[in-house]
């Protein structure tokens, strides 16, 4: 059984930053995709970000990209997202999750999930 904590998100105006982790037990990171995926009030659970167990493959929604980072931490067995640029828009639950069995980018594909951790920007 793996376990997902993120942490990091708060309240923060347009143009900042944020860091969200999302640390795991059970199950090493290096062994296994994760992916962030973010949720706004009366809308669909929507992908952000996602990385290979090796870190080689890190591929963004359009909506992110260059503004977001994902990496991982193997020591800490911790994959991070860093936010640059923030906008309202980014204002969302933000959710961590791993174990891939289909598409990165569909939140169906995933088997275990964090609790969320809010993110709020304003403007």
């Known amino acids: 059984q793996v376990q997902l904590v993120e942490s990091g998100g708060g309240s923060v105006q347009a143009g900042g930053s944020l860091r969200l982790s999302c640390a795991a037990s059970?199950?090493?990171?290096?062994?296994?995709?994760a992916g962030w995926f973010r949720q706004a009030p009366g809308k669909e659970r929507e992908f952000v970000a996602a990385i290979s167990p090796s870190g080689a493959n890190t591929p963004y929604a359009d909506s992110v990209k260059g503004r977001f980072t994902i990496s991982t931490d193997n020591a800490k067995n911790t994959v991070y997202l860093q936010m640059n640029s923030l906008k309202p828009e980014d204002s969302a639950v933000y959710y961590c999750a791993s174990e891939k069995r289909g598409h990165y980018s569909n939140y169906k594909s995933y088997t275990y999930w964090g609790q969320g951790t809010q993110v709020t920007v304003s403007s």
């Open positions: 059970g199950r090493l990171f290096r062994n296994m995709s």
